[in-house]
T-cell receptor, first 114, second 111 residues
Framework: GAGVSQSPSNKVTEKGKDVELRCDPI?????LYWYRQSLGQGLEFLIY????????KSGLPSDRFSAERTGGSVSTLTIQRTQQEDSAVYLC????????????FGPGTRLTVT | GIQVEQSPPDLILQEGANSTLRCNFS?????LQWFHQNPWGQLINLFY???GTKQNGRLSATTVATERYSLLYISSSQTTDSGVYFC?????????????FGKGTLLTVNP
């Protein structure tokens, strides 16, 4: 079946602009995660959605970052007023449930802020 | 939070050689996964192995949960095995089911 998909695959934006990154999880997966991979910080958690529960935003680095998940499926990560330190690969993952389930990752969106 | 340490950080092999990658973690876990990140950045699931031993072709993994470590074995390595191998864990307890990743092992397999 189809895996996790993300779009765009690459995004170049100017400092100060807003960007939206999209994630389509595996059909039937109720849990959705966003992670970020950067040279200095490795792979780090950003935000977690489970069903209709309030998201866990504990990993978001600043209030410029927000995310939503519509209809329990597609998710959008928005970064406002982008900064150069936001340059990274943004990875989305999904799993069947919230605990002790295998997570499957999408191909990522490479964001470059110039 | 939980700490995840991987060793070695870098490994260079000749094609056909065997290798063992190690992952140590500092607390009990519900989930442990091994990933291979290919040159295009995609994280490929290798094993979901919070405990026990699994094998998949030339790869196998063992997790000893009571001693808080996991090992990934690669036998008869091929150039396509090159890339970064990550161990990631989900700690027991709490309400956040995020994975915490180690820094990875960069494997280079030369022809």
């Amino acid at each position: 079946g189809a895996g996790v998909s993300q779009s765009p695959s690459n995004k170049v934006t100017e400092k100060g602009k807003d960007v939206e990154l999209r994630c389509d999880p595996i059909s039937g997966h109720t849990a959705l995660y966003w992670y970020r991979q950067s040279l200095g910080q490795g792979l780090e958690f950003l935000i977690y959605f489970q069903g209709n529960s309030a998201p866990d935003k504990s990993g978001l680095p600043s209030d410029r970052f927000s995310a939503e998940r519509t209809g329990g499926s597609v998710s959008t990560l928005t970064i406002q007023r982008t900064q150069q330190e936001d340059s990274a690969v943004y990875l989305c993952a999904s799993s069947l449930g919230p605990r002790s389930y295998e997570q499957y990752f999408g191909p990522g969106t490479r964001l470059t802020v110039t | 939070g939980i700490q995840v340490e991987q060793s070695p950080p870098d490994l260079i092999l000749q094609e056909g050689a065997n290798s063992t990658l190690r992952c140590n973690f500092s607390d009990s876990v519900n989930n442990l996964q091994w990933f291979h990140q290919n040159p295009w950045g995609q994280l490929i699931n290798l094993f979901y192995i919070p405990s026990g031993t699994k094998q998949n072709g030339r790869l196998s993994a063992t997790t000893v949960a009571t001693e808080r470590y996991s090992l990934l074995y690669i036998s008869s390595s091929q150039t396509t095995d090159s890339g970064v191998y990550f161990c990631a864990v989900e700690p027991s307890g709490g309400s956040n089911y995020k994975l915490t990743f180690g820094k990875g092992t960069l494997l280079t397999v030369n022809p």
